[in-house]
């Protein structure tokens, strides 16, 4: 269900502006920093939380998150230098992903950005720059439900070797990564931290208690059932104690991202058109699913906050794109007279959906962002479709 901040807001701003735009609740997005922090404070006061800038690089996003002392967690050259531009000081920022060309590890060296080795050549690459590495961390492979290893980090004899090039190179282990994914559940940090217990203990050892301990990113928005943030702390904070190490000495990072941003953000179209075939209504929205392709992978709320209470007609929600597939969603519930000009919010589009959104046919669309009692764009509409 979409809060009624959204909803209100949706319908305000669509009344000044044209559709398709997307929307974003600043105010939210703040009040979630502060709580993540809290609620992981309590079981880890040593905490770094680094917004993954990936799931929505939004300089309006990035900046208030800087602003209220976050860390950014970047995983291109391209990202490292908006975190830069957006005030997040290098010490600040920890570069992370699978993939560095050497000139964005010679970056992160000059800046003495931590950087977190997904492969042995990385590594080697690292260790091959003039003035030595910056800070390094282990990304620490982890096994996934079907018990095969995860593409990302390094499996043990991996770990050995990476272990043997630093001690040859004099370099301490700055840190460990071992992150299990989007949304796996808190057991699966637990079990992570388990299955490398003696890594841990050894590493932790070495750097005198000054490990830091990566736990990526992963968790849902704030307040789910049963999966509430403090059951995720709670569990990383087992799997350290189990592992050897007390939660309360731990350098703990983690690199929230769909979880703080993409309940706060929504796609705003309005029906274009009405249609009856074979018995089912479907209204095409005047923008696409290329502007949200998550609704492809996962469930949206969708609403018309006109009538939010009012669901008496079943509809096919179609976009306006050229293809057949172009489907929001099959069975939508809203008012049986929905018409052409009807506001229509796409929900949990604050993360992912902006950064993925490909240009077909018309612009990119602006956004505009809520904060405290008014609203402002805050990235003009495109003037390109190409
Ligand atoms: C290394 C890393 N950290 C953080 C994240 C953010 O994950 P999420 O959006 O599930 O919080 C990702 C997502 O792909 C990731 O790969």
Known sequence: MLNDRLRAGALEVAERCATPFYLFDLERLGADYREMERVWRREFPNLTVAYSYKTNPLAAVTRRLAALGGTAEVVSGAELSLALSDGFAPGRIVFDGPVKSPAELA????????????????????????DGPPPVGLRLATRGGDGEWSRFGLVPDEVARARELLDRADRPVWGVHAGVGTLSGPDAYREALLFWAETLRDLAKAAEGRLTVDVGGGFPPRGVPGRGWEVYAAAVAAGCREAGLRPEKVDLLIEPGRSLVEEHGALVCRVA???????????????????ARTVKSRAHPIEFPAAPGDLDGRYRLLGANCYEGDVFADDVAGPAGAAPGDVVVIGGAGGYDQP?????????????????DTWSVVRERGDTIR
């Open 273 to 291: 058109v009405r249609k009856s075939r074979d018995g089912r209504e479907l209204l095409v929205l005047d923008g696409g699913t290329n502007l």
């Open 107 to 130: 970056l992160a060296a000059r800046l003495g950005v931590p950087v977190q080795v997904d492969s042995l050549t990385e590594l080697d690459d690292l260790l091959a720059l003039p």
């Open 356 to 372: 993925f959104a490909h240009l077909w046919v018309r612009p990119r669309p602006p956004v505009h962002a809520l904060d405290g």
